[in-house]
T-cell receptor, first 108, second 113 residues
Framework: SQQGEEDPQALSIQEGENATMNCSYK?????LQWYRQNSGRGLVHLILIRSNEREKHSGRLRVTLDTSKKSSSLLITASRAADTASYFCATDANDMRFGAGTRLTVKP | EAGVAQSPRYKIIEKRQSVAFWCNPISGHATLYWYQQILGQGPKLLIQFQNNGVVDDSQLPKDRFSAERLKGVDSTLKIQPAKLEDSAVYLC???????????FGSGTQLSVL
C-alpha cells in the first residue's frame, strides 16, 4: 500500500506516562506529517518533519524521522486525558494518504 | 482566519438516492482533498485537486462518485446512487500546496439506510 502505516493499532496508558507510536512508509519522501483526530471530528495537524531533519519538538510532542529505515515515531510526554485520540501519519510522496492510525487512550 | 467549511453536517438518505456535499477551503489554498472515513478506519483519499485540476482520483468510485472544483475554490462531492456501504464521514481538507500541512473541515456524516 502507498499510505503510511501506524503502529500499534491501539495504546492504553495512565495519565503522566509517555506514549510512543510509530509510522512506516515505503517510498522516498520530502516530508512526513502527524495528525490527531478526536472522536467525530476532523483531523488536526500536529507536526511536519522534513526529510533532512532527524528530530523535531513541539511542546510535549517529539517526532523523529529515520529515512534509512523509512520510519518515524511520535512521542507524547507526560500524557493527559485530553490526549486521548487517534493519531495518523501521512507523507507527501503518497499524496497525503493515511493509514488506520493509532488509537491512544489515556486513563486519568 | 476562517477554517475549512463543510455542509451539511449530517445527512440521512435511503439507498439509491443522490446526495451532495459542499466544501469551501481556506482562502488562497490551492490544494483541496476529499476523504471518506468509515467508522473505525483511517481517512481514505477519494480525490485531490490542485486549483481546478484533478491530481489524483485513483480511489474514487467513478461509477457513482463525482467531484468538481469550479474556479479553483469551492468543491462539491456527489454520490449517485448511494449504497449502504457509503455510510461514512466525508472530510474535506485544503492546503497551500501539495506538500504543505492540511487543514480539515468538521466533515459531513452520511447515513445511508
Amino acid at each position: 500500500s502507498q499510505q503510511g502505516e501506524e503502529d500499534p493499532q491501539a495504546l492504553s496508558i495512565q495519565e503522566g506516562e509517555n506514549a510512543t507510536m510509530n509510522c512506516s512508509y515505503k517510498t522516498s519522501i520530502n516530508n512526513l506529517q502527524w495528525y490527531r483526530q478526536n472522536s467525530g471530528r476532523g483531523l488536526v495537524h500536529l507536526i511536519l518533519i522534513r526529510s533532512n531533519e532527524r528530530e523535531k519538538h513541539s511542546g510535549r510532542l517529539r517526532v523523529t524521522l529515520d529515512t534509512s529505515k523509512k520510519s518515524s515515531s511520535l512521542l507524547i510526554t507526560a500524557s493527559r486525558a485530553a490526549d486521548t485520540a487517534s493519531y495518523f501519519c501521512a507523507t507527501d510522496a503518497n499524496d497525503m494518504r493515511f493509514g488506520a492510525g493509532t488509537r491512544l487512550t489515556v486513563k486519568p | 482566519e476562517a477554517g475549512v467549511a463543510q455542509s451539511p453536517r449530517y445527512k440521512i438518505i435511503e439507498k439509491r438516492q443522490s446526495v451532495a456535499f459542499w466544501c469551501n477551503p481556506i482562502s488562497g489554498h490551492a490544494t483541496l482533498y476529499w476523504y471518506q472515513q468509515i467508522l473505525g478506519q483511517g481517512p481514505k483519499l477519494l480525490i485531490q485537486f490542485q486549483n481546478n485540476g484533478v491530481v489524483d482520483d485513483s480511489q474514487l468510485p467513478k461509477d457513482r462518485f463525482s467531484a468538481e472544483r469550479l474556479k479553483g475554490v469551492d468543491s462539491t462531492l456527489k454520490i449517485q446512487p448511494a449504497k449502504l456501504e457509503d455510510s461514512a464521514v466525508y472530510l474535506c481538507a485544503s492546503s497551500l500546496g501539495r506538500r504543505e500541512k492540511l487543514f480539515f473541515g468538521s466533515g459531513t456524516q452520511l447515513s445511508v439506510l
